[in-house]
């Protein structure tokens, strides 16, 4: 079946220290998305890749890293330097399409289950 | 400025009834794509509709339809013939940016729906 597959769903960290959280995807995607939900909250973005090895930072970024060196996985590590690491973490997918003259913002992103990482 | 702006952060609706779903938006861009998705208690994303800022119809998929207003900048979601199932959190999020259809989505807050039997 194609999808997107996140690990773990549930996730506990100690502080000072590092943990990663893992996106794969076998729908042949090129871009792939990191975001952060915390409670009664919308989605907000962290880092994106639009095609491997390159990758771009979202809206809150910081304390955050990411690696995009094949196109299926887009994982991400929370370090020590994020204090407030405790949320949801959703990961997507769109396939990429520059230049279609009507149809380029109809690009659907595809989330993961996600995974619910708290500090101990 | 927030980019979506969802006003109602709880609405409940009754079995087989209709429900909307308000969403404004921020953009000046000519070009913008807007999209509803559905977030069960088990957290995943679901997409529901999308509607194009230069599509003259507005959108529909099933039991969901869009009343897009362009000069009023809203993108409601409409359901109709709530069923129990129709209980989750709604996102409206919108895709800007000129000829890029891998830029993020921005998200609003939500509405939490509830239908009660």
């Known amino acids: 079946d194609g999808g997107i597959t996140q690990s773990p769903k549930y996730l506990f960290r100690k502080e000072g220290q590092n943990v990663t959280l893992s996106c794969e995807q076998n729908?042949?995607?090129?871009?792939m998305y990191w975001y952060r939900q915390d409670p009664g909250q919308g989605l907000r973005l962290i880092y994106y890749?639009?095609?491997?090895?390159?990758?771009q930072k979202g809206d809150i970024a910081e304390g955050y890293s990411v690696s995009r060196e094949k196109k299926e996985s887009f994982p991400l590590t929370v370090t020590s330097a994020q204090k407030n690491p405790t949320a949801f973490y959703l990961c997507?997918?769109?396939?990429?399409?520059?230049?279609?003259?009507?149809?380029?913002?109809?690009?659907?992103?595809?989330f993961g289950a996600g995974t619910r990482l708290s500090v101990l | 400025a927030q980019k979506i702006t969802q006003t109602q952060p709880g609405m409940f609706v009754q079995e087989k009834e209709a429900v909307t779903l308000d969403c404004t938006y921020d953009?000046?861009?000519?070009?913008?794509?807007l999209f509803w998705y559905k977030q069960p208690s088990s957290g995943e994303m679901i997409f529901l509709i999308y509607?194009?800022?230069?599509?003259?119809q507005n959108a529909t998929e099933g039991r969901y339809s869009l009343n897009f207003q362009k000069a009023r900048k809203s993108a409601n979601l409409v359901i109709s013939a709530s069923q129990l199932g129709d209980s989750a959190m709604y996102f409206c999020?919108?895709?800007?940016?000129?000829?890029?259809?891998?830029?993020?989505?921005?998200f609003g807050k939500g509405t939490r729906l509830s239908v009660i039997a």
């Open positions: 890749s639009q095609i491997v090895n390159d990758f």
């Open positions: 509607q194009g800022s230069y599509d003259e």
């Open positions: 999020a919108m895709r800007e940016g000129r000829n890029s259809g891998n830029t993020p989505l921005v």
């Open positions: 953009t000046s861009d000519q070009s913008y794509g």
């Open positions: 729908l042949n995607h090129d871009a």
């Open positions: 997507a997918s769109s396939i990429r399409r520059e230049g279609l003259a009507g149809g380029w913002a109809k690009n659907i992103q595809y």
